[in-house]
Nanobody, 121 residues
Framework: QLQASGGGSAQVGGSLRLSCVAS????????IGWYRQAPGKEREFVAV????????TIADSLKGRFTIFRDNAKNTVYLQMNSLESEDTAVYYC????????????????WGRGTQVTVSS
C-alpha cells in the first residue's frame, strides 16, 4: 500500500514537498516513482528513485525544479517541487516497482491514490 500526501495549493514560484509512505511490502527492495495527471491529459512520468536511493531519474522537463529522495528507515519517498508553475497542477501519484528505474507506468506494481497539487498565480 502506498499513501501520497503533501499536496495542496501553492502560488507560482512556490514550493511543495510530497510524501509517499509505503506499507505491506519490503520497501527497500522497490524503486519508487512519481507520476502526475492533469485534467484532460494522460498520466505523465515525473521521477523515480532506486531502491537504495542512490540513483534517480527526473523527467527532462522538470530537471532543476523537482528532486526525489527517500528515507528507507521511514518507508517514505519525497518529491520536492520548487519554482512551481501553473502547468504543475495535477494529481500526483506514487508507485512501486521491483524493476530498475522504469519510466513506463505499466512497469509499476503498486500505486497510491494520489494527492492534488494546485498551482495558481
Amino acid at each position: 500500500q502506498l499513501q501520497a500526501s503533501g499536496g495542496g495549493s501553492a502560488q507560482v514560484g512556490g514550493s511543495l514537498r510530497l510524501s509517499c509512505v509505503a506499507s505491506g511490502f519490503t520497501f527497500d527492495n522497490y524503486a519508487i516513482g512519481w507520476y502526475r495527471q492533469a485534467p484532460g491529459k494522460e498520466r505523465e512520468f515525473v521521477a523515480v528513485i532506486s531502491s537504495e536511493g542512490t540513483r534517480q531519474t527526473i523527467a527532462d522537463s522538470l530537471k532543476g525544479r523537482f528532486t526525489i529522495f527517500r528515507d528507507n528507515a521511514k518507508n517514505t519517498v519525497y518529491l520536492q517541487m520548487n519554482s512551481l508553475e501553473s502547468e504543475d497542477t495535477a494529481v500526483y501519484y506514487c508507485a512501486a516497482t521491483a524493476l530498475f528505474l522504469p519510466t513506463i507506468a505499466t512497469r509499476y506494481s503498486y500505486w497510491g491514490r494520489g494527492t492534488q497539487v494546485t498551482v495558481s498565480s
